[in-house]
């Protein structure tokens, strides 16, 4: 997997679970994560939720013949957490021919939902 050197490898993110339709992820609360206000970051959460999605749909893919990227995502933010890991479960909701949706639940350690997305991903065609 393309880790090392990149935003996920940067926020502790690890995969911890793959497979078709389903990814699950980690990722720590720590000074990495962390708003100045001491609390999860959105935008740590949103990275996590589009690593999630992004993950999933390369595994749906035809890998020699296409790619994907994020076009469009959003996030709730319904509970803030100090330290701890939060665990983001990414469900593909549809699979379509030039776009994938996914929803990504985020939650602590007691199960209890800190975030959630929704992320769409292109699938693009690659040129030889």
Same mark, same amino acid.
Request: glycine fraction near 6%.
């Given at each position: 997997m393309m880790i090392k050197d990149t935003l996920i490898e940067a926020l502790g993110i %690890?995969?911890?679970?793959?497979?078709?339709?389903?990814?699950?992820?980690?990722?720590?609360?720590?000074?990495?994560?962390?708003?100045?206000f001491g609390i999860l970051h959105g935008g740590?959460?949103?990275?996590?939720?589009?690593?999630?999605?992004?993950?999933?749909?390369?595994?749906?893919?035809?890998?020699?013949e296409e790619a994907v990227a994020g076009l469009e995502i959003n996030a709730n933010h319904v509970r803030s957490?100090? %330290?701890?890991?939060?665990?983001a479960v990414g469900t593909v909701l549809h699979q379509g021919r030039t776009t994938q949706v996914w929803d990504i639940k985020i939650t602590d350690n007691q199960e209890r939902l800190i975030c959630v997305s929704r992320c769409t991903m292109a699938v693009i065609k690659i040129k030889k």
């Open positions: %690890e995969i911890t679970h793959i497979e078709e339709g389903k990814i699950i992820a980690t990722m720590p609360v720590d000074e990495r994560t962390r708003q100045p740590a959460s949103v990275a996590l939720a589009e690593t999630v999605a992004s993950l999933g749909a390369y595994e749906l893919v035809n890998k020699e957490i100090r %330290e701890g890991v939060v665990t």
